[in-house]
Structures are given as C-alpha cells and as structure tokens.
C-alpha cells in the first residue's frame, strides 16, 4: 500500500501556472503507474494525466495536451503535475493516484486505487 499526499495547488489567474507535487510513502511507489486526477463542484471526477511506473510512458487528457505535463522521480518518490496556461475551467480538487498492480505498461489497464487527500487548484478569469 502507498500513502500520498498531494501539494501546490492555489489560486493562479488565467494564464498562469503551478506544479503539483504529490509525495509518496511504501515500497511500492516506484513500481506503480501513478496518475492526476481532478473534480470539480458537481462533476464527477475525471483523468487528467498519467505516468507508467519507469516514466517512459505517459498519458493526458485531451483537455490538457500541450500545457499539462507529469513526471515523476522514483529516488524521491514523488510525482508532479506541470499545469501552463491555465484556464478557469481547471478549477478543481486535483488527487493523486496509484496503481493498484505493479509494473503495468499500458496505462489503460492501469487501476488506480489508492487516492491522496486533494489539493485545491483554483484559476481566476
């Protein structure tokens, strides 16, 4: 079983940026696909961006190509989530995630099931 706690999340104005930082704690972190995801008010939650357990696979909402990007550090245990260009429907509570099953190669068959408390991202027009 992994533990995280995620971090970095604010208020930002449109156009602007912030990097989440999820820490990690057990010894599966770095064997696990890891994954964001974000809700917001009266949304179900939604995928935004995954990394396979080694970081040579990754993978991101259409509605985040191009300005998001994930990475992750298995010496530190920890995963990020770069967000550019920011806009306000990015506004949510942004959780990080593990995969369930170690070493998973195709992040679609990745089930994520242990999920950190949230951190609020909040983009103002």
């Known amino acids: 079983q992994v533990q995280l706690v995620e971090s970095g999340g604010g208020l930002v104005q449109a156009g602007g940026s912030l990097r989440l930082s999820c820490a990690a704690s057990g010894r599966t972190f770095s064997s696990s696909a890891m994954g964001w995801f974000r809700q917001a008010p009266g949304e179900e939650r939604e995928f935004v961006a995954a990394i396979t357990w080694s970081g040579g696979g990754v993978a991101y909402a259409d509605s985040v190509k191009g300005r998001f990007t994930i990475s992750r550090d298995n010496a530190k245990n920890t995963v990020w989530l770069q967000m550019n260009s920011l806009k306000p429907e990015d506004t949510a509570v942004y959780y990080c995630?593990?995969?369930?099953?170690?070493?998973?190669?195709?992040?679609?068959?990745?089930?994520?099931?242990?999920w950190g408390q949230g951190t609020q991202v909040t983009v103002s027009s």
């Open positions: 995630a593990a995969d369930r099953f170690a070493y998973t190669y195709d992040l679609r068959r990745a089930d994520f099931g242990s």
